[in-house]
């Protein structure tokens, strides 16, 4: 049986190795499209149980196997470089952005980078992205233009658990100056 406990423990154990763990896509046990074996995992404390658990129970559907079963991936979140096949698509006129106050000011000078992972991260509402920000500290939505965004050329992608992601948000395109 697996319980609650390992499910969330291990759960962030398993987001590290399909979505930051460097050596192991420098060593090919990761591949370009971000798949993992399975059967690798078993041997670090993953039975197909537990994958099936943490799999089923996610519910923002992060991870997903590939249609024989032997591979299990990430839909977003990466830092290491692969490509997980996300579709370019046309945004909603304004996407939301999750973040915590005490990073404000340098993303009102930066604009929204990605940091470590390879795409800013945008929600499609914002109840979603308070949620977001609040992992980071005291929450702070931050509407985009996505409309005028796309004038200037800007591409978008949606994740396939409905995550938009693009490169960069430069301040221009922030709709709001305060939560208030
Ligand atoms: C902030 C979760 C300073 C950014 C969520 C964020 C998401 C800046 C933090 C996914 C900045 C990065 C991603 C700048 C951006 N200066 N701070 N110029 N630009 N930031 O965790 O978006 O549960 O890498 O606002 O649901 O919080 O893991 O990104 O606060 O979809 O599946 O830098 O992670 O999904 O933090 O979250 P993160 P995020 P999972």
Known sequence: MV????????????????????????KGMIDKHGWREVEELAGMGFSRELLDAIVATNNKQRYEYSTDGKLIRARQGHSINVD??????????????????????????????????????????EATATNVGSRHGTPFVIKIDC???????????????????TKQVLPKYFINTSNN
């Open 147 to 165: 409309h005028r965004m796309l004038a200037d050329g800007c591409k978008f992608y949606l994740s396939n658990n409905g995550v938009w992601l």
């Open 3 to 26: 319980n609650n406990n390992d499910i969330v423990k291990k759960g962030k154990r398993l987001a590290f190795l399909l979505r930051h763990d460097e050596e192991a896509f420098s």
């Open 84 to 125: 997980v096949e996300v579709t370019e698509a046309t945004p909603p006129n304004v996407l939301y952005h999750g973040t915590a106050t005490r990073f404000l000011e340098s993303i009102y000078s930066k604009g929204l980078i990605a940091g470590n992972r390879l795409y800013v991260h945008l929600s499609p509402d």
